[in-house]
């Protein structure tokens, strides 16, 4: 945290890293992160003392035990505070002045505004590297999300964070304007596997190509 008591962004980075892998060791957060396993080590032991992360030593009955990083729920909620500020005041003045009635024009709305912004993005690629830009966009606007090519035709798209979660706790409809904007942006069949309610960890979305 810096002086004003706010979470800096490489801590913030840090932190995320480790909601994505899910309980790192010291090497693979390094990786991860592209930094060396003392820098790690720095961050952990400062985010460790403000109580955002926790050591566990799990033994391999082989050499000395692996050190173990998970961030708490006061981690989490830091996570959140963050990335739903926005939301939050969105939701409140939509609420205020309009009414709940019109929160599901509104997402219709983003998502036509959201589609042209991004749609000549797409146009020139295949398959494959849609689903990768689409990871690479959504990760930079804070849902840590991240694409594997699972099979021929079949890709899957993971996101650890969810921006709009204040909105899709009281609109779940949320979750599915998210999967059509997918499929509007992509031209793919899109389909939800899971979504944060129904694991903590994320997001799942399972995207096929369109024969």
Not at 63 to 70: A, E, L, T, W
């Amino acid at each position: 945290m810096d002086e004003s008591g706010r979470t800096n962004r490489s801590s913030l980075k840090v932190i995320e890293g480790i909601k994505k892998i899910g309980n790192p060791s010291l090497s693979e957060l390094s990786r991860e992160l592209g930094i060396s396993k003392t820098a790690v080590l720095k961050h952990v032991y400062s985010l460790e003392r403000q109580g955002y992360v926790e050591r566990t030593y799990v033994t391999t009955g082989r050499g000395r035990p692996i050190c173990r990083i998970s961030i708490t729920e006061n981690a989490t909620g830091e996570l959140q505070n963050i990335y739903q500020q926005i939301a939050q005041e969105a939701l409140s003045f939509i609420e205020e002045n309009f009414g709940c009635s019109i929160i599901n024009r509104i997402m219709e709305l983003r998502n036509e505004k959201l589609t042209v912004k991004y749609k000549k993005i797409f146009e020139q690629l295949d398959y494959t590297e849609m689903v990768k830009k689409l990871a690479e966009i959504r990760d930079r606007e804070g849902y840590i999300a991240e694409s594997d090519h699972i099979s021929e035709g079949l890709y899957q798209l993971k996101e650890y964070n969810c921006p709009l979660i204040k909105i899709a706790e009281k609109y779940r409809s949320a979750c599915e304007y998210e999967r059509k904007f997918f499929e509007d942006l992509l031209g793919m069949d899109v389909s939800i596997i899971k979504t944060v309610f129904d694991d903590v960890h994320g997001c799942t979305f399972l995207i096929r190509e369109k024969y």
